[in-house]
């Protein structure tokens, strides 16, 4: 299968500051690109769908000044979180969609704001 | 967001039993779905996918069932194994090439 890589997969950071999460689909060009965000025991909410060459588009609810997207180029997506506090710790993945079907999703981001 | 569950229910089983593992889905508009298998600290893994023109398909191992009617999704996986243990999730399409919504998911629980 298509292969998404996600890194970093595990970061700390202080409160206040902002982390970049990155996301590449390695052997496949994905126009799409979407960021899920997932606390324990729970099911993966989408946060935003990514455009390559276009603003994200974000889900009701989701601050697109806090969630920062950049989709540059056909192979790579961000994600930043912008002044990070201890309640956006989280676990992050993306995904990236082959065609119009199927979704293959990166290894995940561990975010810890102390 | 969407799709957020809470609490997610679990399935203990026999290693070598059957598993059936169950979703409902919300958008009758949906024409695609898949169920993946997510690992502890992992992302998901994809494991079988269905469209709404049929109302079964099997891979290795595992059979999905579609119900439209009623707005239903199975996954059952034969004979299984501990390294099944995982938490699984069926995924809906509401337009193809859109956005993939989670279901609630289930932890599965295999014993040996």
């Known amino acids: 299968g298509a292969v998404v890589s996600q890194h970093p997969s595990r970061v700390i950071c202080k409160s206040g500051t902002s982390v970049k999460i990155e996301c590449r689909s390695l052997d496949f060009q994905a126009t799409t690109m979407f960021w899920y965000r997932q606390f324990p025991k729970q099911s993966l909410m989408l946060m935003a769908t990514?455009?390559?060459?276009?603003?994200?588009?974000?889900e009701q609810g989701v601050e697109k000044d806090k969630f920062l997207i950049n989709h540059a180029s056909l192979t790579l997506s961000t994600l930043t979180v912008t002044s990070a506090h201890p309640e956006d710790s989280s676990f992050y993945i993306c995904?990236?969609?082959?065609?119009?079907?199927?979704?293959?999703f990166g290894q995940g981001t561990r975010l810890t704001v102390v | 967001g969407e799709s957020v569950g809470l609490h997610l229910p679990t399935l203990s089983v026999q290693e070598g039993d059957n598993s059936i593992i169950n979703c409902a889905y919300s958008?009758?508009?949906?024409?695609?779905f898949i169920w993946y298998k997510q690992e502890s600290g992992k992302g998901p893994q994809f494991i079988i996918d269905i469209r709404s023109n049929m109302d079964k398909r099997q891979g290795q191992r595992v059979t999905v069932l579609l119900n439209k009617t009623v707005k239903h999704l199975s996954l059952q996986i034969a004979a299984t194994q501990p390294g099944d243990s995982a938490v699984y999730f069926c995924?809906?399409?509401?337009?193809?090439?859109?956005?993939?919504?989670f279901g609630q998911g289930t932890e599965l629980s295999v014993k040996p």
């Open positions: 995924a809906e399409t509401p337009n193809q090439g859109g956005k993939l919504i």
């Open positions: 958008n009758s508009a949906s024409d695609y």
């Open positions: 995904s990236a969609r082959l065609g119009l079907e199927r979704a293959f």
């Open positions: 990514s455009n390559e060459g276009s603003k994200a588009t974000y």
